[in-house]
């Protein structure tokens, strides 16, 4: 079934400042989520594939709090609360960026009074897609992003000094393991000049195969060890000039993170990704 995840009736906006200091989470915010009940926000409509797909993945995956599922209704009577914590889809504009691209991220905000929506520390989000690109781009990837913001919420209350605007990035030390692993890259992830095995082994030593979607589906759903797979995030073919974010991340339990990174998209980076990524992968 086709994944639809469709805005929230109280659509939250992040802009750059999202990322500023003043809305990085503190270590004492990390080690107040593990006492909160975690509430994740459905779709507004209760017969969307999301709605199905989230409550299998929390099963199998969340382990960290006790959750419950909600309405978005009740979301907005309950963030103020600091006792729970929400799991739910957001909205992120980059002012600085001087673009209309929106994109939809995967976000667990930490329940806080008297403060805006926008204003609520924000645990960790991750891109999901580019908001005019179809969500099929992405759906079949989320028990990955689940596992990765549970465990990557472990870690910064165990290591707090890890916190910091581009948290994310410190997990590009992780591309010295990627040695051993087998890339899954998606065709329609690739750039033109970096679409076949044969055009990317030029660059990057290890081992790669261009597969379908259902193949990463696969790979995540056995847990494997031994595979990284690509999610990218981009317009995807859209005439807005737009951020492409790139992320691998292990299909095994722990869907670890192996590079994080983006570029602003013209017509010499294109939307996928590039030759110096893979290089940089290569080291």
């Not at 969500?135 to 913001?149: G, H, N, Q």
């Not at 692993?181 to 660059?203: A, C, H, R």
């Not at 790979?219 to 690509?230: G, L, S, T």
Request: net charge positive; hydrophobic share 35%.
């Amino acid at each position: 079934m086709k994944l639809k995840f469709t805005l929230l009736l109280s659509l939250i906006i992040l802009t750059s400042n999202a990322f500023a200091k003043e809305h990085l989470p503190t270590k004492e915010e990390y080690a107040a989520f593990l006492k909160t009940k975690t509430l994740v926000v459905m779709d507004v409509n209760p017969m969307t594939d999301f709605n199905f797909k989230i409550k299998e993945v929390m099963e199998t995956v969340w382990t960290i709090t006790d959750y419950e599922f909600i309405s978005n209704a009740e979301f907005e009577q309950k963030r103020d609360d600091p006792s729970y914590s929400f799991l739910l889809t957001t909205v992120a504009t980059f002012k600085a960026d001087n673009t209309k691209a929106r994109y939809n991220f995967l976000s667990l905000l930490l329940g806080q009074s008297d403060k805006q929506v926008r204003d609520m520390p924000d645990l960790c989000s991750i891109p999901l897609s580019y908001m005019r690109v179809d969500d099929t781009s992405y759906a079949y990837k989320l028990e990955a992003f689940v596992r990765f913001i549970q465990d990557h919420t472990k870690l910064m209350h165990q290591q707090p000094e890890l916190i910091k605007a581009n948290a994310l990035k410190h997990y590009n030390k992780n591309t010295k393991s990627l040695q051993g692993k087998t890339l899954y890259l998606v065709k329609e992830d690739l750039t033109p000049d970096m679409n076949t095995v044969g055009k990317i082994k030029t660059i990057y030593p290890h081992k790669v195969q261009i597969v379908s979607q259902a193949e990463v589906e696969s790979a995540i759903e056995r847990k494997d060890k031994n595979v990284v797979f690509m999610h990218k995030v981009g317009p995807e073919g859209t005439k807005y000039k737009a951020r492409c974010y790139k992320i691998l991340i292990g299909a095994d339990n722990s869907s670890q993170f192996y590079y994080f990174d983006y570029h602003m998209i013209n017509k010499k980076n294109r939307d996928g990704l590039l030759a110096k990524d893979f290089k940089h992968m290569s080291k």
